[in-house]
């Protein structure tokens, strides 16, 4: 198995446009995570869905954010317009199960944003 | 929301030598499970080791151990024969048994001195 595929693994975009990160979890995993990661605060959960749908968006931040999952093998977080705050690395991770497993998650390689 | 502590921001270790990170949580559930994932410079996320809240044997993965003390709700790992590869970031993860996600500490940036 490939793991959780993520792309890009950069990106560099100026403040106002619109950025989009894209995810595939592992084969046969239900369970989507997307998580934000900066030296201030941390890992945040932003979203997680679980066969598809969305379980938890309270971590999104505000409306400019956005998170879709269409199909169990891909899910897309959408930033528009991106700020230079939105600056950070984002992770995806998938995992099996919704209920309380103790299996941890398998993590991409996160996508380093920069929003200059 | 469960909180995690890991009050150690630095540490750093002589290679082949012991050294123990400390995590601490804080939950009123009695059933939950926690984890260490180990960040290295290539920014990939990777399980160290898990450990069942019910279980009283704490886990061990090779050169990895736990200490659990769920009294104190403490969770600290110890790498024996620290190796260069060992050099990392690592974070303390509680998941609980009524939730799908994950509450991580703030990570301790660990050392290994050749």
């Known amino acids: 198995d490939a793991g959780v595929i993520q792309s890009p693994r950069h990106e560099v975009t100026e403040m106002g446009q619109e950025v989009t990160l894209r995810c595939k979890p592992i084969?046969?995993?239900?369970?989507l995570f997307w998580y934000r990661q900066t030296m201030m605060r941390g890992l945040e959960l932003l979203i997680y869905?679980?066969?598809?749908?969305?379980?938890?968006d309270s971590g999104m931040p505000e409306d400019r954010f956005s998170a879709k999952m269409p199909n169990a093998s891909f899910s897309t977080l959408k930033i528009q317009p991106s700020e230079p705050r939105d600056s950070a690395v984002y992770f995806c991770a998938s995992s099996f199960g919704r209920r309380p497993s103790p299996y941890g998650y398998t993590f991409g390689s996160g996508t380093r944003l920069t929003v200059v | 929301a469960q909180t995690v502590t890991q009050s150690q921001p630095e540490m750093s270790v002589q290679e082949a030598e012991t050294v123990t990170l400390s995590c601490t949580y804080d939950t009123s559930e009695s059933d939950y499970y926690l984890f260490w994932y180990k960040q290295p410079p290539s920014r990939q996320m990777i399980l160290v080791i898990r450990q069942e809240a019910y279980k009283q044997q704490n886990a061990t993965e090779n050169r990895f151990s736990v200490n659990f003390q769920k009294a104190a709700k403490s969770f600290s790992l110890k790498i024996s024969d620290s190796q260069l590869g060992d050099a990392a970031m690592y974070f303390c993860?509680?998941?609980?048994?009524?939730?799908?996600?994950?509450?991580f500490g703030t990570g301790t940036s660990l050392t290994v001195i050749p």
């Open positions: 084969s046969g995993h239900n369970s």
């Open positions: 869905f679980n066969n598809n749908v969305p379980i938890d």
């Open positions: 993860a509680y998941r609980s048994p009524t939730g799908n996600q994950f509450y």
